[in-house]
């Protein structure tokens, strides 16, 4: 009997907040590799915040999703057939594939990844594109320096996680906020943070900022948006280096409904700060670099890595959901399959 392919559908394009029924699963028989393919039994999905400007139809770095079609993202799999050279049947691999349990592929943007000391899904978190985020955003457009202060929104998360230890890692005064007090202790705890503050819960931004980074911030790595990127602002030092890398608190709003800000971005003129955005697949150099070393910290027990692992493929729409709701702790991940 032929082997069934169940896949996550985009059926509708959401307006503003997602929702369940903005997803479908439905079963098509697995399919068989071509000439120059190969089929990919996938074992991991990654669940990552830019997915939800892909479920709009609108311009940007990378192309919508189709309506009908399933959702794409990381991936990290085992090629089970293949009739690609570069491909043989048993390797791991990650790159970006559907959200189904099988993908073909013609093996263009895979990587091959062992399983080895890391865990197979840390190619999707800490040793994938959320770590090299962070290396990128504080080395490559923050410009970090040894002893530097740093501060980092949705710190707890995929990136901002790595964020907080790479800073550390270079002896520097390390603070962030997030949105949980057992997030919170986690940061200062499990991570080296030198201090952290639950924005949810804090009267004033700005000075618990203060509080958390009294001599100011060199390098602010902003991951969300809103009263926490106000109060960064208004704690940056002479010369400071501000990463725009997301803004999760808007990316389910309407941009023209939202209300005008960040205030205080005066404060960028007189201190003579650079803010500067990025998409982290445009430094490739600095990718591979983290790739490596992220690689050497974690087996030299230097950088510590969570994960939040939904189970099974019909779970993944409710994990996008609650990860954009801030449920998960980590790196939010859905295992599809043992490996
Ligand atoms: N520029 C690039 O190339 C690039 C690449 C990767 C990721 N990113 C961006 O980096 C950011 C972090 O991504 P990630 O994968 O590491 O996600 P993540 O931090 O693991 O998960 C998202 C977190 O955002 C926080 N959040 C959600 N809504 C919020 C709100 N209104 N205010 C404050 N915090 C909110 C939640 O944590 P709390 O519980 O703390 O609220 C949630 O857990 C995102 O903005 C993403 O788009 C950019």
New binding site residues.
């Given amino acids: 009997m032929q082997e069934l392919n169940q896949r996550v559908i985009l059926k509708s394009r959401p307006e503003g907040w997602v929702t369940p029924d903005n997803f479908d699963l439905d079963t098509t028989p697995v399919a068989e590799p071509e000439d120059g393919q190969l089929l990919v039994r996938n074992v991991y999905l990654s669940v990552?915040?830019?997915m939800r400007g892909r479920m709009n139809d609108v311009k940007s770095y990378v192309p919508p999703f189709e309506l009908g079609k399933p959702l794409q993202g990381g991936v990290v799999g085992q090629v089970v057939a293949s009739r690609n050279d570069a491909f043989a049947e048993g390797e791991w691999v990650s790159g970006m594939l559907g959200w189904e349990n099988f993908s073909l592929s013609d093996g263009e943007g895979l990587q091959k990844v062992q399983a080895g000391p890391a865990p197979l899904s840390y190619h999707l978190g800490i040793l994938g594109?959320?770590g090299m985020?962070a290396y990128v955003g504080l080395i490559g457009v923050g410009e970090l320096q040894k002893g530097e202060n740093v501060f980092v929104?949705?710190a707890?998360?995929?990136?901002?996680s790595v964020v907080g230890q790479i800073a550390k890692n270079m002896d520097c005064h390390v603070a962030g906020?997030?949105?949980?007090d057992e997030?919170v202790a986690f940061l200062t705890a499990e991570l080296g943070f030198d201090a952290a503050l639950n924005?949810k819960t804090v009267e004033d931004h700005v000075a618990a900022v203060r509080g958390a980074c009294p001599k100011g911030i060199d390098v602010h790595f902003e991951?969300?948006g809103?009263p926490?990127f106000e109060a960064a602002i208004f704690n940056m030092r002479e010369r400071g280096r501000i990463a725009l890398?997301?803004?999760?608190?808007d990316y389910n709003a309407e941009v023209w409904a939202l209300p005008p800000g960040p205030r205080g971005l005066f404060v960028l003129i007189g201190r003579s700060i650079r803010m500067q955005g990025?998409?982290?697949f445009n430094y490739p150099k600095l990718c591979a670099e983290w790739v490596a070393l992220g690689a050497r910290w974690l087996e030299e027990g230097k950088i510590k890595y969570r994960e939040t692992v939904a189970e099974g493929l019909e779970s993944a729409p409710a994990a996008f959901i609650g990860?954009?709701?801030?449920k998960?702790f980590?790196?939010?991940i859905v295992r599809l399959a043992d490996e």
């Fill in positions: 990552d915040p830019y594109m959320p985020t929104t949705a707890s998360g995929a990136v901002g906020s997030a949105g949980s997030k924005y991951n969300v809103g926490m890398c997301g803004m999760i608190a990025f998409i982290v990860m954009l709701e801030g998960n980590g790196k939010q």
